[in-house]
Each structure stands twice: as structure tokens, then as C-alpha cells.
């Protein structure tokens, strides 16, 4: 298990390294910067207003949300206090992007457990919008690896996280 998780380690260390020399061309580092603003919560809370004014299963698919917003919140924040790894950014500020992370721990990324949260129950509740609510949640996922904000393992575990949650809410809710 050690070894494991040194070589988990040392891949993301090369990761970050890599994309800490990267000079990503001017739209990608845009789309970054737009997709974690997007998982800052205004947009969670703009869904929110939309699924509560379309009523019935807009109101169901609103409770799953709700439900699956608490269960990976709670999960986040217990596991975050548990492992306590620092932040890329803590370790080696980024050389391109001066973006500061809303807390101290690195693992797993909330942002991209919410992101992928609520990606999973849209895509279950509406197949035909399911390629645009996943390229979403993996883009919040990619910008905070890019943003130096999380090691790659951190939002590959949010992913996961995110994908059981929304589909267990979405099992039990709608």
C-alpha cells in the first residue's frame, strides 16, 4: 500500500511539475480560469432556482441535488480533516495563475465532487443533456489540476466520489 501511494505521489508531483513549465495557449487558460469559477456555487445555485420553477421533476431531480450537495459536502469535509495534504500551490506557487484555494486541504477536490455531483444526477435525470453536464464536470476537474489548485489524484478521487454520489442520490430521490 505504501509504495502505491509514493508512486501516486511522485506521479502527481510530475504532473504538477509539467504543468507548472506548460505554456497553455491564451483560450485554454481562459476556458481554466471560467471553469472553476463556474463550480464556485452560483451556478449550483442558478440550477437550483431553475429545477424549483419547472416543478415535478425538476423538484425531484432539486431534492437529489440537495440531498447529494449534503452527503458530499460532509463526506468532503471529513475526509479533507483526515488525510490533510497541502496544495500544490502551497508547495510550489504557480507560476501563471495567482488563484487561491477556499481552504487548506487538498484531498479530495471539492470543487470537482460537486461538479461531478450534480454532472451525474443531470446526465441520469436528462440523458440528452448528459455529454454537456459531464464535459462540464471534467472541465472544473481539469482546471483545478491546471490552476495548481489539486494534484491529479485529488480530482480523480472527487470524480468518483462525485459520480457514487449523484447516482446513489439519484437511486434513492427520483
Known sequence: MNAM????????????????????????????????????????????????AAGGPGRRLLSAGSLGACVANVLLMVIK??????????????????????????????????????GTLVALSFPACAPLALVLAASVGASRV??????LSDVLAGALLGALIGSAAYVVMC
Do not use: E, K
Open 146 to 151: 491546471v490552476l495548481g489548485m489539486h494534484f
Open 81 to 118: 480533516r483526515r488525510v490533510r495534504r497541502p496544495r500544490p500551490c502551497d508547495i510550489a506557487p504557480h507560476l501563471r495563475y495567482a488563484v487561491r484555494p477556499p481552504d487548506r486541504w487538498s484531498f479530495p477536490s471539492g470543487h470537482t465532487l460537486n461538479a461531478f455531483t450534480v
Open 5 to 52: 501511494l509514493a508512486y501516486v505521489s511522485h506521479s502527481d508531483l510530475r504532473v504538477f511539475g509539467q504543468l507548472q513549465v506548460w505554456r497553455a495557449p491564451r483560450w485554454f487558460r481562459s476556458w481554466m480560469l471560467w471553469s472553476t469559477r463556474l463550480a464556485d456555487g452560483w451556478i449550483y445555485l442558478l440550477l437550483g432556482v431553475l429545477l424549483a
